[in-house]
């Protein structure tokens, strides 16, 4: 198989379901290659110090958002996300053959080794993301919309209101209080 393509290791592995709604939870997504490649780059350019920006890294799921820490000597930063604006989340394996997961949004995330130890655990980050994705998403706000114009319409229904075929939106009772100047 081709590095850097998407895999599907998913199906390959049966406990792989995402976390409750209401929970939670921190992983640390430190890669243990990431000291080794900077000190080889530092070694070979003549910059041994570049070993010193090598980050720490965790992800924490909350319930809302997802948040990247990321640390080394000079700084500390946090980015947060909303599920919604996550944008594409996959699994993929790199060049090297370590397995990551991620997206555009939040980077390529290979926690410890990248190896096969760590694949129910990056499959686990994978499914809750995408879980926590489609309900918070744009496609969760596609279902809640359907569902609330369901109920909209066994309402009218139940109370059997006639609606005009030839209503218009102008002409409907407090259209004056809607309109946007």
Known sequence: MSAGKHLDISSST?????LPDGVSKTYDVTSKWEPYWLCFIGTVS??????????TKTLTLETEEVVLNSRNCVKNTNK???YGELGSVDQTKNACGCYEV??????RLSPGWGSTNELPEMLSILATLKHRQQQRGDQ???QRTENL???IDAIIQHFKIKIPDDLDIDQAPG????KRY
């Open 175 to 178: 259209a004056m209080s809607m």
């Open 102 to 107: 991620g997206g555009e949004s939040i980077g």
């Open 14 to 18: 049966p406990n792989n379901k995402p």
């Open 149 to 151: 114009e369901r109920k």
């Open 140 to 142: 969760g706000q596609i």
């Open 46 to 55: 003549a910059f041994p110090c570049l070993v010193f920006f090598w980050e």
């Open 80 to 82: 947060r996300l909303p």
